[in-house]
T-cell receptor, first 113, second 113 residues
Framework: DTGVSQDPRHKITKRGQNVTFRCDPI?????LYWYRQTLGQGPEFLTY????????KSRLLSDRFSAERPKGSFSTLEIQRTEQGDSAMYLC???????????FGPGTRLTVT | EDQVTQSPEALRLQEGESSSLNCSYT??????LFWYRQDPGKGPEFLFT???AGEEKEKERLKATLTKKESFLHITAPKPEDSATYLC??????????????FGQGTILTVHP
């Protein structure tokens, strides 16, 4: 098992552009989470999937953000019309069951110029 | 709203100097408290889960304990490689939460040789 993987590791984009990140969870985990982390802060929850169903979304997830998990395997997080305030580390995590420990990927560092 | 506060914000120790990190929480229905370690530029690495007051977990030089209002991460005879940010997070039973973690802001630990 190689753990949670994320791609790309780094993304630099200009304001107004769209970006998409990918997360591959641990293979037997059917729960997948997206978090955002800014410098000096702990991760903040964005959204949660159980299999392919998106069951919970944070108020932080504006209408410019959309996430999918087709077929309950990998997940994508898209940000449309990026703003400088979107610059952050985007973390993906997966878990085996509700309330069990979540295992995090290495993150995607987004810089919006 | 669930709140998690970690103290101190930063801690500098000499190698071999034992100390403790604190995580205090105000939540509605704690289902689990998690400790993670995060190295710069990387995703959080899972350390411990604690589910009920009085529970203790140990791993090498680290020991986590839990009361009804707070958790402690005790570090015994730390080494420079223990330098990292330590994050505390809670999973709660309130509302429509399906398993999101609410994180504290972290404690930055630096161990000098």
């Amino acid at each position: 098992d190689t753990g949670v993987s994320q791609d790309p590791r780094h993304k630099i984009t200009k304001r107004g552009q769209n970006v998409t990140f990918r997360c591959d969870p641990i293979s037997e985990h059917n729960r997948l989470y997206w978090y955002r982390q800014t410098l000096g802060q702990g991760p903040e929850f964005l959204t949660y999937f159980q299999n392919e169903a998106q069951l919970e979304k944070s108020r932080l997830l504006s209408d410019r953000f959309s996430a999918e998990r087709p077929k309950g395997s990998f997940s994508t997080l898209e940000i449309q019309r990026t703003e400088q305030g979107d610059s952050a580390m985007y973390l993906c995590a997966s878990s085996l069951s509700l309330g069990s420990e979540q295992y995090f990927g290495p993150g995607t560092r987004l810089t919006v110029t | 709203e669930d709140q998690v506060t970690q103290s101190p914000e930063a801690l500098r120790l000499q190698e071999g100097e034992s100390s403790s990190l604190n995580c205090s929480y105000t939540v509605s229905g704690l289902r689990g408290l998690f400790w993670y370690r995060q190295d710069p530029g990387k995703g959080p690495e899972f350390l411990f889960t604690l589910y009920s007051a009085g529970e203790e977990k140990e791993k090498e030089r680290l020991k986590a304990t839990l009361t009804k209002k707070e958790s402690f991460l005790h570090i015994t005879a730390p080494k420079p490689e223990d330098s990292a940010t330590y994050l505390c997070a809670v999973h709660t039973a309130g509302g429509t939460s399906y398993g999101k973690l609410t994180f504290g802001q972290g404690t930055i630990l630096t161990v000098h040789p």
